[in-house]
C-alpha cells in the first residue's frame, strides 16, 4: 500500500512539473526551479572562468562578440513574439572567446557564452559562427540543463527519497549541477537522452540562425568540417553524448529547406 501511494505522488509530482520546448514543443521533465538553476549555473561557470584564459585575438574575439549578439537579440525577439517575455529575464548575455585548442563551445544558462579558440579555426564566417553560438543558445532556450538536472535527480535519488529531496534542493542543485556540467552521466539512461538534446538543438539553433539573417547553407558547410576534422563520420553514436557526425548532416539535409520554408533567410 505505502509503495502504490508513493508510486502515486510521484506520477502527480512528474506531471506537474512537466514543460514545453519552445519552437519544438517537446514536452519536458522539470523538477529543478529556474532559479536555482540559475545559481548553479553561475557558480559553474565563475568556477571556470577563474581559470579560464580569456584570448588576445581580437578580431575573433569581436566576432565572437558581434555574432552573439546578433543570436542573442534573435532568440529574445522570438521569445517575446511567442508569449514567452518572462523568460528573457533569465538572460544576462556574456561572451567570451578563450584560450585554448579545444573544439569546443558552450552556453550556460543565462546566457554565458564561451568560445574556444580551437573551434575558431575551423570557422570561415560569421554564418559558420551563427551555427556554433546558435546551437549552444539553444541549449539554453530548451532548458536542458534543468531536464538533466531533473533526470538526475530521479536516478540518483529514487522515487522515495524524491519529495523530501525537492523541499530543498539547494546542496542537491549544485551537486547536480558538478555532474551535469561534468558531463559525468550513464551509457543506458543519460547519454541517449543527451544526444536527444544535441538533436534539438540543432534544430533550434537553424531557426535562431535565420530568425538572425544568417545563411542556413553554413550549418552544413561546418560541421562537414567537422566531420572531417573528428574523423567521426562513420563512427557509432552509442557511447557518445553527440549524435554522429553522418546523422547529424542527414538532419540538417532535411530540416534546412523545412526552416527556410517558414522563416526568412539569405
Given at each position: ?63 565572437v562578440t558581434r555574432v552573439g549578439r546578433k543570436i542573442a ?194
Open positions: 500500500m505505502k509503495n502504490n501511494v508513493l508510486f502515486l505522488l510521484l506520477i502527480a509530482l512528474l506531471l506537474s512539473s512537466c514543460g514545453s520546448v519552445p519552437i519544438t514543443g517537446r514536452k519536458q521533465l522539470n523538477l529543478v526551479s529556474d532559479a536555482e538553476v540559475l545559481q548553479a549555473s553561475l557558480t559553474q561557470y565563475a568556477s571556470f572562468m577563474k581559470t579560464a584564459k580569456i584570448s588576445t585575438q581580437t578580431v575573433k574575439s569581436e566576432q537579440a534573435a532568440t529574445e525577439a522570438y521569445l517575446n513574439y511567442v508569449g514567452l517575455s518572462n523568460e528573457v529575464k533569465n538572460f544576462q548575455w556574456e561572451f567570451n572567446l578563450v584560450k585554448d585548442n579545444q573544439i569546443n563551445a558552450f552556453c550556460m544558462p543565462g546566457g554565458k557564452i564561451v568560445v574556444y579558440e580551437g573551434i575558431m579555426n575551423l570557422i570561415s564566417s560569421d554564418d559558420e559562427l551563427a551555427t556554433v553560438l546558435g546551437h549552444e543558445v539553444a541549449h539554453a532556450v530548451a532548458k536542458h540543463s534543468n531536464e538533466r538536472m531533473s533526470q538526475q535527480l530521479l536516478a540518483q535519488y529514487g522515487a522515495q527519497a524524491l519529495g523530501s529531496i525537492l523541499q530543498n534542493q539547494t546542496a542537491q542543485t549544485q551537486q547536480i549541477a558538478q555532474q551535469v556540467y561534468g558531463l559525468g552521466a550513464n551509457y543506458a539512461v543519460m547519454l541517449p537522452f543527451s544526444r536527444k538534446h544535441e538533436m534539438e538543438a540543432d534544430d533550434m539553433g537553424l531557426v535562431l540562425m535565420a530568425i538572425a539573417g544568417y545563411n542556413l547553407d553554413a550549418a552544413l558547410t561546418f560541421w562537414q568540417k567537422m566531420a572531417a576534422s573528428s574523423g567521426n563520420s562513420g563512427k557509432s553514436d552509442i557511447a557518445s553524448t553527440h549524435p554522429s557526425d553522418a546523422k547529424r548532416i542527414a538532419n540538417l539535409q532535411k530540416k534546412i529547406p523545412e526552416v527556410k520554408k517558414q522563416y526568412a533567410t539569405k
